[in-house]
């Protein structure tokens, strides 16, 4: 039964028209040097679907109701630090942009422009407004959905990245990779309410249930910083083991009690306990881990290894992989949908 809907899926993927009323919780994540998603099938354990995306898939989230997938699309070409821009292609323009992934039909119905370079993006809580950080622009674009309209623009720090949203939907944390710095955005009135500074080259945040406190990761500062999200200030930073350790990546465990971190060059996932802000342990997950997702039991976590072009599924209880699942080239964003 199980081998006739994997290749029932499999067909749908390659017709890309073919919907599935049913699909059960999946990860999806994003590859972005082969342009395409990896679909999972949480109960199996493996990849039943890769459809093609466009340039670039990084970003990536979900809808409330599971059923859109919402994912930056970017036609600037792939700069790793330190390289020489001057010696670089110039972007495709046209490639840029927020594909809209339907999870029934298994295939993206359209792209949203939302200004130039996106690389990361999140939602208000009723799925209405998308932010997206524009990487090249330093700044950030507010869309509505219903319109597929950007209804404002707001400055930020140079190349912003991680874009994220509070429990209670009011603010969004856009990180600042040149900058150092975290700008927090009202929501409704897409305004500036604050900006504070952190260890180096932030990439991402992630938010207490609660909304009482946020943890930004800080690539070249090997560090967490630990921020009072009410006040958007930040209140200590915890200091990874070795220089090797890059927070890149994180998820917060959905009652609150860990804080979950990807190393990239360090291989590993490194766990925070959220009541003393102390690393409680790690997890050796695969190379260059960067996008993570959690399942809604907190049991279960899935990390994109970019080098490996694989993602690994974590037992959190255990803290060892469970099993590992190919994926495109160079996986990087990851979600799971129930």
């Not at 670089?88 to 999870?103: E, H, K, N, Q, Y």
Request: a negative charge; glycine letters at 8%.
């Amino acid at each position: 039964m199980i081998a006739r809907r994997l290749r029932v899926l499999a067909a749908c993927a390659v017709l890309a028209g073919c919907s599935s009323p049913t699909p059960g919780p999946r990860v999806y994540v994003t590859n972005e040097r082969s342009g395409d998603l990896t679909v999972i099938d949480v109960a199996t354990r493996r990849a039943i679907a890769t459809v093609p995306l466009g340039k670039r898939p990084r970003g990536i989230r979900a809808a409330p109701d599971g059923r859109t997938l919402y994912i930056a699309l970017s036609g600037s070409p792939i700069a790793p630090p330190g390289v020489d821009e001057s010696t670089l292609p110039p972007p495709d323009r046209s490639a840029d942009g927020i594909g809209v992934f339907d999870t029934r039909q298994m295939k993206l119905v359209r792209v949203i422009a939302a200004g130039t370079d996106p690389e990361q993006l999140s939602l208000n809580n009723d799925g209405s407004r998308l932010f997206v950080a524009n990487e090249d622009a330093a700044a950030a674009s507010v869309v509505d959905v219903a319109s597929s309209k950007v209804v404002a623009t707001v400055k930020v720090g140079e190349e912003p990245e991680g874009v994220d949203t509070n429990p209670a939907g009011t603010v969004v944390y856009v990180t600042s990779e040149d900058d150092s710095e975290v700008f927090a955005i009202d929501s409704v009135s897409a305004t500036v309410l604050a900006t504070f500074e952190t260890p180096a080259r932030p990439r991402s945040s992630g938010f207490l249930p609660d909304g009482s406190r946020a943890y930004v990761t800080c690539e070249n500062g090997n560090a967490v910083a630990v921020v009072d999200a009410r006040t958007h200030r930040v209140l200590t930073t915890i200091k990874m083991a070795d220089d090797a350790h890059r927070p890149m990546g994180i998820a917060v465990a959905p009652d609150g009690s860990r804080v979950y971190v990807t190393t990239g060059r360090g291989g590993d996932v490194v766990i925070i306990d959220a009541a003393t802000n102390e690393i409680i342990g790690s997890i050796e997950v695969g190379q260059r881990p960067w996008g993570i997702a959690i399942s809604p039991d907190g049991r279960t976590a899935y990390t994109a290894n970019g080098p490996s072009n694989d993602v690994s599924i974590v037992d959190l209880e255990t803290r060892s992989v469970a099993a590992r699942v190919k994926a495109g080239d160079s996986p990087w964003g990851a979600v799971y949908v129930p």
